[in-house]
């Protein structure tokens, strides 16, 4: 007989959260018949029955899903603190460390930090590589990376029960506007007041392009996009003399902030962490010290005409 494991249990709160087979399978990476299996699993192991399939569209939780629910969160919280508390007990057995991380190295004052505290490291090697989000998530599953730093809104597929996620700082989204632009005269800036402005924008995969199009999906609007490009200064050079915007987050884009440009929150504003992520059982001493130095050292002060 088959007995319950942790990602049994994180199987089961994707599905909860999500009220769908189908997208919970996506977001753990397997097949809908394997998520199934694991459901099974959990109820089987509870002998007790915990969602109700009869809709398969929107699947509904029983009293007992929802009790399982609760007590499977503070499950895997204990499961994270734990892999946590254990990585510095863990042998350093490599002598290279590839870290990947999206292009903000500079802005967020990481690749200087990473630099020194690799300098003090004699007998391990810390090498840092900047790719795009996507890319970057990529090599992290497939090994080539040791650990990656990530934004929050790119590590919802990663797994608690296979990956440890760091938070190092948070940073709000911000939206990007020609120091002339007609919404420059408001504080903030709701959604809908974007409907008809044609944006620029970071691609898929770049942790801005989800939430903005999440952000839009909320409302049952579809945003205006008509220029997409990786580099920071390609869209800032967009919006002058036009009422185009584009979104960045605040301290990625401050470095290249001008009298040209003014930024504007969103009604409600948005905020993203910065996350170093690494395999749960591939944790140990350097880890946990380089994300102690980073964490020491962030990059938290911002110009306060921006």
Known sequence: ???????DIQAYIMVYELRHISNAAVELHMSQSE???RIRVVENELNIKLIDTYNKRHLQITPAGETFYHHALKMIRDYEAMMHDLAPERPTT????????????????????IASYDANQSDVGLQLIE?????????????EFQAAII????????QPTEFQKQPLLSDELKIIL????????????RVQDLVNVQIATLPPGSGVYEPIMALFARQSLKPHVFFESTHIETLLGMLPGTNHVTFLFKQSVAPFMTDEFVMRSFAIPFMSQLNFVYPQRDG??????????????AKTAMPANF
């Open 131 to 143: 790719d795009e989000g996507n890319r970057v998530l990529q090599r992290l599953l497939a090994g």
């Open 151 to 158: 934004r929050d809104t790119q590590t919802q597929g990663l």
């Open 94 to 113: 490599r002598h290279q460390f590839k870290i990947g991380s999206v292009p903000i190295s500079g802005q967020y004052n990481i690749a200087q930090k």
């Open 178 to 189: 020609p120091a002339d632009h007609p919404l420059t005269r408001q504080t903030v800036i």
């Open 284 to 297: 140990n001493q350097l880890m946990t010290n380089l994300i102690d130095y980073l964490m020491t050292n």
């Open 1 to 7: 007989m088959t007995k319950l494991t942790i990602n």
């Open 35 to 37: 998520l199934s299996k």
